[in-house]
């Protein structure tokens, strides 16, 4: 119960192109779902994170969907560029002190010039 | 200049060897983590503190040890009951909740190669 499941593992779109990366989880508990990027050899960065009171979030070109009945996340980067090649983690936590993260295990985005 | 500093960027271990990975913060955070990340998998975690003198194990601790006499330092010493601990190690710290949520903030990570 405490898993996020994402997919896909890997994507590679071409510039300009919309990547979707999806989530899952099961735990109701949940309600803080960040998605962090991160470069070969660097420590990941938090892009953009929602709570479940919203059903969407934009950030420049990252939006996160939310479907809280579907208990699932997703995160769109619009018109994609070569910069964007990373790897993306979603992750979700629940309200309270520990702060733990439960980290889904990853996409490498590759975008093609 | 705030942040998360881990030294060392590598380091390399000959089996039955422990060592000590540092992690330091000059962000005032209370909580502290440790999280080790493998190919193709996900961060999993070490360890946590939420407040200096105390910690906890989080899902993959057998082999590893902290300790958090001070604020600013969290270090992880891998020790030779670790059975396969080369990875890459990241270690992240967190605000209070009010400020910033549950967001957490990541050093720039170790990577440890056992020889």
């Known amino acids: 119960q405490q898993q996020v499941k994402q997919s896909p593992q890997s994507l590679i779109v071409q510039k300009g192109g919309i990547p979707i990366i999806n989530c899952a989880y099961e735990?109701?508990?949940?309600?803080?779902f960040p998605w962090y990027q991160q470069f070969p050899g660097k420590g990941p960065a938090l892009l953009i994170a929602?709570?479940?009171?919203?059903s969407e979030k934009k950030e420049g070109r990252f939006t996160i969907s939310f479907n809280k009945s579907a208990k699932q996340f997703s995160l769109h980067i619009m018109d994609s560029q070569p910069g964007d090649s990373a790897t993306y983690f979603c992750?979700?936590?629940?309200?309270?002190?520990?702060?733990?993260?439960?980290f889904g295990q990853g996409t490498t985005l590759q975008v093609k010039p | 200049d705030g942040g998360i500093t881990q030294s060392p960027k590598y380091l390399f271990r000959k089996e039955g060897q422990n060592v000590t990975l540092s992690c330091e913060q000059n962000?005032?955070?209370?909580?502290m983590y440790w999280y080790r990340q493998d190919p193709g998998q996900g961060l999993r975690l070490i360890y946590y503190?939420?407040?200096?003198?105390?910690?906890q194990k989080g899902d993959i601790a057998e082999g590893y040890s902290v300790s958090r006499e001070k604020k600013e330092s969290f270090p992880l010493t891998v020790t030779s009951a670790q059975k396969n601990p080369t990875a890459f190690y990241l270690c992240?710290?967190?605000?209070?909740?009010?400020?910033?949520?549950?967001?957490?903030?990541f050093g720039p990570g170790t990577r440890l190669t056992v020889l």
């Open positions: 992240a710290s967190r605000g209070p909740s009010g400020r910033t949520g549950n967001e957490q903030f």
């Open positions: 962000l005032n955070h209370d909580a």
């Open positions: 735990n109701t508990a949940f309600d803080y």
């Open positions: 992750a979700a936590s629940h309200s309270g002190n520990t702060g733990k993260l439960i």
């Open positions: 929602i709570r479940p009171d919203v």
């Open positions: 503190s939420q407040i200096v003198n105390d910690f």
